[in-house]
């Protein structure tokens, strides 16, 4: 898809003024982190399964050219085929190309947030193919022609009765007079309209949580089954899977689903985690007759070894868009590509560049909630400061904020300076605020006094009174 | 320079290295290896009776219903009390296990089963399992000439017969299940895999859960008593 990464301060506004969007994120905000809590309560492992987890993403990163050339010998002895992809159009090519060899009409998906990375619906139906999305929330916003808003619930922004209007637009040769107000009698309504679809596909594309290096097998995590339709009716199977998802064994992957499911929906186990090695048998009475990989990169490699690296350890699991302040505030498609919240914040620019995506690192209070809830630990606030000082460095922000930036450096490496001026701006604003206290216009400060007050400080800067409170203890001063 | 051994050439770069030997023996006995890493106690600690006990809670926590019968010889009348208490037609599509064979089916003359995989229209399925894991509640069923796998997913509703003996405590004893069985590579694994936990769901809407988004809507498991300390694979 194209970003729109670019225009993040203006779609974070209109999020912010959306009371359909509020209303949502509300529910969402609230549900994810108490149903992760609870699992993580129930699971004294859960830190000691964190650093498990996250070492055997950093040995398959370091060692990530030769599983991958085991994944591929083993995924070709258990007669698939692994197609590599430099980039989106590589990956759309092969995708395209292995449809047109069945003369494929229509082509059922399970949800894969690297299809959306490489745009591949779009490319499908330019080239006469039609792509059904499966996964509910992927098809209710496919009807709606928008990009997904999270990336394990992509319609999180919506309300039902959104849903209803999606529906009742769509589903036209349905009689008008149902009554499909509430979630079962939508859920009904999707799942009555989309098994015809599952019979007739010729191709049936799914992402992967895990591709396993010992075996050649592809994993994926479902909670409704239509991953599992998509990838077995059809003839033909398609994995789309971003070469960072391999793990070594299938010891390896039983660890990350532990966290996966935990992390993500609070769930002890999702529904199906299903594993997949190449195609139909010789003798069995199901299942597709090829099974085809597209391996895509897509500016991974490209992280390898450098200050990025770390994010490639990612299981996109989404617990640190749920416990984001800012993700939760102005929902994802303010972020204006496939990836949202901290996790986006972090990889969207290193896959679209920092020109294009500069905003999102910058949209982080550093609250650090993220990285405190990450499985595999991943560092997203300081890699977002990367990101700061990269921009910084290049002078891609604005020459008033880069100079205001260069000029709180130069004295915030003077601690006598710094704590001079700090304790003169305390006594002025403290004494400037009175006895109200706080501020309900500021010059520079419009942004945060538009909507809410400004509190004055007490007079004393924090230093001062740290000062104090130590000479008073009778420990010296701070050093 | 292909596609393949140019990403491979960037990552080696990213590495700051070439492809060395050393390494590639690293990875080579990591995998031969196979070594488990943490697995959580709450079920590795229990006895084989308590393992069977927390798969049955783990499992009716996501709405599995359970149901345990004491031979294999109840099993076609607890097929058919379940179908009769759920408002289900006495017919199913059953998967053409030999292990299913020796159930006494004739018994429940009523019962009308066909055999082979799912059709469009067939409502209730039956499978056997490989293995059950006690940890999450979770079924653990494998592909293969006599158990396809849209037995698992088409139907509206999904039973399975399942063994004490059969119910083992981490996915990790799933995983050597499978590498207990004969052959060598990647052939010697099932083409798939099914860890089944609990009926299809979705929270799309709204974030509340609804059953049977696209999978079967009901699992039930038929449990049969035998020994749980005696493992049949």
């Known amino acids: 898809m194209d970003p729109t990464s670019r225009a993040f301060i203006e779609n974070a506004h209109a999020g912010l003024a959306n009371p359909v969007l509020r209303r949502a994120l509300g529910i969402a905000g609230a549900g994810f982190p108490a149903r992760r809590a609870e699992a993580i309560a129930r699971l004294p492992e859960f830190e000691a399964l964190r650093d498990e987890g996250k070492a055997i993403k950093d040995h398959t990163i370091a060692h990530l050219d030769h599983y991958l050339e085991l994944y591929e010998k083993n995924v070709t002895a258990a007669g698939g085929t692994v197609h590599w992809a430099r980039d989106a159009a590589e990956a759309r090519a092969a995708v395209l190309q292995i449809c047109r060899s069945a003369d494929a009409k229509i082509v059922t998906k399970g949800k894969s947030m690297v299809a959306e990375e490489i745009a591949l619906n779009d490319h499908l139906e330019k080239n006469g193919i039609t792509p059904v999305e499966t996964d509910l929330g992927e098809y209710i916003i496919q009807l709606r022609h928008e990009p997904p808003s999270h990336i394990i619930a992509?319609?999180?922004?919506?309300?039902?009765?959104?849903?209803?209007?999606?529906?009742?637009?769509?589903?036209?040769?349905?009689?008008?007079?149902?009554?499909?107000?509430?979630?079962?009698?939508?859920?009904?309504?999707?799942?009555?309209?989309?098994?015809?679809?599952?019979?007739?596909?010729?191709?049936?594309?799914?992402?992967?949580?895990?591709?396993?290096?010992?075996?050649?097998?592809?994993?994926?995590?479902?909670?409704?089954?239509?991953?599992?339709?998509?990838?077995?009716?059809?003839?033909?199977?398609?994995?789309?899977?971003?070469?960072e998802k391999i793990v070594p064994t299938l010891e390896d992957a039983a660890t990350l689903l532990r966290l996966l499911a935990r992390s993500a929906t609070g769930q002890e186990f999702s529904s199906y985690t299903t594993m997949s090695t190449g195609p139909r048998r010789p003798g069995d009475i199901d299942g597709p007759e090829q099974y085809h990989v597209v391996l895509v990169d897509n500016g991974r490699s490209a992280m390898v070894g450098g200050e990025f690296q770390e994010m490639l350890r990612c299981l996109r699991c989404a617990a640190c868009l749920n416990h984001c302040p800012v993700y939760t505030a102005i929902g994802g498609h303010a972020y204006g590509w496939v990836y949202p919240g901290p996790m986006g914040a972090v990889l969207t620019p290193a896959l679209i560049g920092i020109a294009e995506a500069g905003h999102l690192p910058n949209a982080s209070s550093f609250c650090g909630r993220c990285e405190s809830v990450c499985p595999v630990r991943i560092p997203l606030p300081k890699m977002m400061r990367h990101w700061r000082e990269r921009q910084f460095v290049q002078h891609q922000i604005a020459p008033a904020y880069r100079a205001g930036l260069a000029w709180w450096a130069w004295v915030a490496q003077r601690p006598a300076l710094y704590h001079a001026l700090v304790e003169v701006k305390a006594r002025l604003l403290g004494w400037l605020g009175g006895a109200r206290g706080r501020f309900r216009a500021l010059p520079l400060a419009g942004g945060w006094t538009q909507i809410r007050d400004m509190p004055a400080p007490e007079g004393r800067s924090f230093h001062a009174l740290w000062a104090a409170r130590q000479r008073a203890q009778g420990t010296g001063g701070p050093r | 320079m292909s596609a393949r051994d140019d990403i491979l050439a960037r990552i080696r770069s990213g590495l700051g290295r070439g492809a060395s030997a050393g390494e590639a023996d690293a990875v080579a006995a990591r995998v031969a290896a196979h070594r488990r890493n943490l697995i959580p106690a709450r079920a590795a600690a229990l006895d084989p009776a308590g393992r069977v006990q927390l798969f049955v809670t783990m499992a009716e926590a996501v709405q599995t219903t359970v149901e345990r019968v004491s031979r294999d010889i109840d099993i076609p009348g607890e097929v058919a009390r379940y179908l009769a208490a759920e408002n289900l037609p006495a017919e199913l599509k059953m998967a053409p296990d030999p292990t299913l064979d020796t159930i006494p089916w004739d018994e429940r003359p009523l019962l009308n089963i066909r055999r082979g995989k799912a059709e469009p229209g067939d409502a209730v399925s039956l499978t056997p399992c490989l293995a059950a894991i006690a940890e999450t509640g979770t079924l653990m069923l494998v592909s293969g000439e006599t158990t396809p796998t849209t037995l698992n997913f088409l139907p509206d509703t999904h039973i399975v017969v399942l063994h004490a003996s059969q119910v083992v405590a981490a996915y990790e004893d799933g995983w050597d299940l499978l590498r207990d069985r004969k052959g060598e590579g990647p052939l010697a694994l099932p083409r798939v895999v099914n860890f089944i936990t609990g009926p299809s769901r979705t929270g799309d809407i709204e974030q509340k859960i609804e059953l049977g988004a696209h999978g079967p809507r009901r699992l039930h498991v038929i449990l049969v008593d035998d020994d749980p300390a005696r493992r049949q694979h």
Request: hydrophobic share 45%.
């Open chain 1, 154 to 243: 992509p319609a999180i922004h919506l309300m039902k009765e959104q849903v209803e209007d999606t529906f009742r637009t769509a589903h036209t040769d349905l009689d008008s007079a149902r009554i499909i107000a509430e979630a079962p009698q939508l859920c009904a309504e999707a799942r009555a309209v989309l098994r015809p679809q599952f019979l007739a596909a010729d191709v049936g594309i799914t992402g992967a949580n895990f591709l396993v290096a010992e075996t050649g097998s592809s994993i994926i995590v479902t909670n409704e089954g239509n991953g599992d339709l998509t990838q077995t009716l059809p003839k033909i199977h398609i994995v789309v899977a971003s070469l």
